[in-house]
């Protein structure tokens, strides 16, 4: 008795197509997996040549041990707190203090806290006289307050940390009634930190 194709059951007749043609399908099946892989390895694959720029890290610090104390003598009037409101008595009104008051007697000696390059010097009502401080690792320091005639630096010397920077005095009128004092801040890659990150303030 002769058997035609509509004989064989479906099952037979996916039997019969696999053995003849399975072979082929394998190839296919896998070409279609290395090309996809390929694919994917070339799109994730970082780029070579070119302008590529490493982000910074967000961990960068330095060590304390090798940074230096900005004033002979820590008497701190406020500390750094980016959430909790402080008041200004001066301009009265609370706001975050982002950065760390030390209080001086006019003329005592102020210091670059860590080894870098003079970015910035510049007066103005506010701020009073300012020096700023650039570091490796994206690191910056910002001194405020300043005796303006105690400043004999220029843009671009490079300074050595405990290297005297200028005097104290109570040029930023944003916080005069505060008195002679050094306003310090301290920022990691744009942002103010805390300073305490980097100098040892004693108990907080």
Known sequence: MKFSKANYSKMEKVKMFLKKYGYILGIVFAALVI?????????????????????PSQDVEAPKAVWHLPVDKVDVL?????????YNET???????????FK???????????DGKISKIYTN??????????????IQTTYKSL????????????????DKIATADASASFESKSGPHLHLE???N????????YIDLGNK
């Open 35 to 55: 090309t996809t892989v390929g694919l994917v390895a070339g799109l994730t694959k970082a780029p070579t040549g070119g302008n590529i720029v490493n982000p």
């Open 78 to 86: 406020k500390f750094y707190n980016d959430k909790k409101l402080q």
């Open 91 to 101: 301009l009265d009104h609370w706001k975050v203090h982002k950065a760390v008051d």
């Open 104 to 114: 001086l007697n006019e003329g005592d000696k102020v210091y670059a806290c860590f």
């Open 125 to 138: 009502l506010l701020e009073g006289t300012v020096i700023v401080i650039d570091h490796e690792g994206g």
């Open 147 to 162: 005796n303006k005639d105690s400043v004999t630096l220029k843009v671009g010397d490079t300074v050595k940390g405990g």
């Open 186 to 188: 301290v920022s990691l």
């Open 190 to 197: 744009g942002s103010l930190v805390d300073p305490a990150n």
